[in-house]
């Protein structure tokens, strides 16, 4: 399986019915392969955030295998429009 | 951490047992692996804050674990345990599958998974760490400082 940073974008939408996913590979930054996401989804509202970054995690639990470094930002669509305007 | 439990007492029974990928993994390997995953219970109650890390505090190798490492260090959190991991590929792979998350650095409050960096980094931003802290009993620096200047 390739993992390619379109792979994860797209299993996150399907996975996480997310509105917005933004993946950065930041493997340039490191030795290995690396990838910094940003997912808005209604999905997360009312769960806390080690919830949320479990549900991502569980969704590339096969990719995750294979990436040396993750970073993650979740929101809800409500946290993500009030960060926009700051 | 259920299933390997029960694949040990399988194989204790059978003397041998069939891992994910066909591999027939010995008693001994088994057990040895569920004791680790108890040590590890051990040792996350030990200290009221622990971090599973590259490197160590003095010398991190890796950027995610500094981060830990110098949040704690601006709340003022001084007796704190800290695991290198690349010392120990067991306790490396080990951590992972007891916090059931995949990527260190790992912190541990009062014996609670916490999350890695980004969850830390979350915390200390918007005020959730110092508030952690003060029911382990830990006053932040923060706290502190910005008493101080009131």
């Known amino acids: 399986m390739a993992i390619t940073a379109d792979h994860i974008r797209d299993k996150l939408i399907k996975e996480l019915a997310a ?14 392969a690396s990838y910094k996401v940003l997912v808005v989804s209604t999905q997360f509202e009312g769960k806390p955030l080690l919830q949320r970054h479990r549900m991502v995690n569980t969704c590339l639990a096969e990719e995750l295998k294979e990436i040396h470094a993750f970073e993650q930002k979740t929101l809800t669509p409500e946290q993500w429009e009030k960060q926009k305007s700051q | 951490m ?3 439990l029960r694949s040990t007492a399988k194989c204790l029974r059978t003397g041998a047992a069939l891992g994910p ?6 008693a001994r390997f088994l057990c040895a692996a569920a004791d680790f995953q108890k040590d590890l219970g051990e040792m996350v109650k030990k200290d009221k804050v622990v971090v599973f890390m590259k490197g160590t505090r003095a010398q991190p190798m890796c950027g995610f674990s500094n981060a830990v490492v110098q ?9 704190y345990a800290t695991y290198n991991v690349l010392e120990d590929s067991e306790l490396r792979e080990g951590v992972k599958v007891f916090s059931n998350w995949p990527t260190i650095p790992q912190v541990y ?6 999350g890695g960096c980004d969850i830390l980094l979350q915390m200390h931003q918007n005020g959730d760490l110092v508030e952690e802290l003060k029911k382990l009993g830990i006053s932040s620096a923060l706290l502190k400082a910005e008493e101080e200047s009131k």
Do not use: K, P, Y
């Open chain 1, 19 to 32: 509105v917005l996913v933004d993946v950065e590979d930041t493997s340039s930054n490191r030795c290995a």
């Open chain 2, 2 to 4: 259920n299933s390997l």
């Open chain 2, 21 to 26: 990928h066909g591999r027939v993994w010995s």
């Open chain 2, 71 to 79: 949040i704690l260090r601006m709340h003022g959190v001084d007796d």
């Open chain 2, 109 to 114: 409050l009062s014996g609670e998974f916490v």
